[in-house]
């Protein structure tokens, strides 16, 4: 059993067929912690608004974590703009779980870390929320459309591959959206007199030095099943969870 000091997970994205919620369990079985972060799009409120798909892993995945904050783990919810609903209750407890629009995480060296989802920061969510919801939409099918060819990589002992990552990495916007919104982040925080940012949305799993800023995002359990994990020494790791 791993022992970590605190554990930040994101964008599951509970209620869509996408999310991953049985390899998260997985994960959960194999680790201890004094603090969980959950760092937005936990419960998926926009595609759940059109179709609701909710598996008895997704309910299991809800009742592991407020047992863990039943016992004693600090359970901390910050929501994002897929579960922007959950905003309205801020500053509330539930079963013991706490929700903030945003936090700071104190780490060993007393270093400070902005957590937050980070759809704030996206321009296009910011200026035409429209588009976001048409891009969310590729997203979901682009993962639909991945899924199929998975299967018949899988039937031909191929090794598994990601369209909506190829075309994330391959597509230069794309690349630049990204480098775009963690420099943002970065200087956001700077101008706070900050020490770095912790946080999810794009789907982007990466611990990265911009100047002074420490920049780390969880990823997500859609597709990559990842979380970042802040380990008694104080150093932070990216787990990819296979």
């Not at 920061?121 to 048409?134: E, G, M, P, Q, S």
């Not at 999810?200 to 990559?224: K, P």
Request: hydrophobic share 40%; charged share 25%.
């Amino acid at each position: 059993m791993n022992s970590y000091r605190s554990v930040f997970i994101s964008d599951i994205h509970l209620g869509t067929k996408m999310s991953q919620a049985d390899q998260l369990l997985e994960f959960m079985k194999t680790f201890e912690c004094e603090k969980i972060y959950l760092v937005g799009d936990i419960v998926d409120c926009w595609a759940m608004s059109k179709k609701k798909i909710w598996s008895q892993y997704h309910s299991d995945v809800v009742q592991k974590l407020l047992r863990r904050a039943r016992k004693g783990v600090e359970v901390v919810y910050i929501p994002g703009n897929h579960d922007e609903l959950m905003r309205e209750y801020c500053d509330a407890e539930f079963g013991h779980i706490i929700l903030v629009k945003e936090c700071i995480h104190v780490g060993v060296d007393g270093k400070l870390y902005l957590v937050t989802h980070g759809d704030q920061f996206d321009v296009v969510i910011k200026n035409a929320k429209w588009l976001a919801h048409l891009g969310s939409w590729a997203y979901d099918i682009s993962i639909n459309i991945g899924y199929v060819v998975n299967k018949i990589r899988t039937f031909l002992k191929m090794p598994q591959w990601s369209l909506s990552n190829y075309l994330k990495q391959s597509v230069k916007e794309s690349v630049n959206f990204i480098g775009n919104y963690e420099e943002t982040l970065s200087n956001y925080v700077r101008n706070k007199k900050l020490n770095g940012v912790i946080c999810g949305h794009i789907h982007h799993a990466n611990i990265r030095n911009i100047d002074d800023i420490t920049y780390m995002n969880c990823g997500d359990w859609v597709e990559s099943c990842t979380a970042l994990v802040e380990h008694h020494n104080g150093t932070f790791e990216i787990i990819k969870w296979t």
